[in-house]
């Protein structure tokens, strides 16, 4: 069966730094996700992307985030300077159209020192 | 603004016993509702899912229906596995949003 993939399984990254993950959506999916769930609380949506462009963001989805999707394949989030609050697991997601159930990676755990 | 408020856990249970995980909801317009399991090491999975009022998803011998006058989705299995032993996400997405909106999850653990 067809599924989201996401590298690394866990960023470790110094404060202020830039990190990208990555994620391969599944291949006839159109509509592509991030969220994050920080340690003890909700999974929380951060943004949906499709045909190329943002088509919602949470309020959390500031302007040091940035997504991207820079072939046929990947989908991206950028984190341009990151702080000790952006420790989380961040989970891709893709659909393969607008209302259809979201297919989940296996999350990349992201922590800042 | 919507939200979803799932009973805390963790659920301890023997293998065989009856399962109920409540979910209530808030929202402004008409969600679609859904349930996602994690096990230990995966992401999250799609368990069902149910989109108008008095539907009622089903799968693997999970069931849960849509109350509107309730507002709840409350999961229900008759008979429960140590394979079902994993975290239970009950989410929901309003009309005209692609974003889903979770609660927190309840860890389920069921013993031979």
């Known amino acids: 069966e067809p599924e989201v993939t996401q590298t690394p399984s866990h960023q470790v990254t110094q404060m202020g730094q830039e990190v990208i993950l990555r994620c391969v959506p599944i291949s006839n999916h159109l509509y592509f996700y991030w969220y994050r769930q920080i340690l003890g609380q909700k999974v929380e949506f951060l943004v949906s992307f499709y045909n190329n462009e943002i088509s919602e963001k949470s309020e959390i989805f500031d302007d040091q985030f940035s997504v991207e999707r820079p072939d046929g394949s990947n989908f991206t989030l950028k984190i341009r300077s990151t702080k000790l609050e952006d420790s989380a697991m961040y989970f891709c997601a893709s659909s393969v159209n607008s209302g259809q159930p979201q297919h989940f990676g296996d999350g990349t755990r992201l922590s800042i020192l | 603004g919507n939200s979803v408020t799932q009973m805390e856990g963790p659920v301890t249970l023997s293998e065989e016993a009856f399962l109920t995980i409540n979910c209530t909801y808030t929202a402004t317009g008409y969600p679609s509702l859904f349930w996602y399991v994690q096990y230990p090491g995966e992401g999250l999975q799609l368990l069902l899912k149910?989109?108008?009022?008095?539907d009622k998803g089903s799968n693997k011998g999970f069931e849960a229906t849509y109350r509107k006058e309730t507002t709840s989705f409350h999961l229900e299995k008759g008979s429960v596995q140590v394979s079902d032993s994993a975290v239970y996400f009950c989410a929901l997405s309003d009309f005209g949003s692609e974003k889903l909106v979770f609660g927190k999850g309840t860890k389920l653990t069921v013993n031979p």
């Open positions: 149910a989109t108008k009022a008095d």
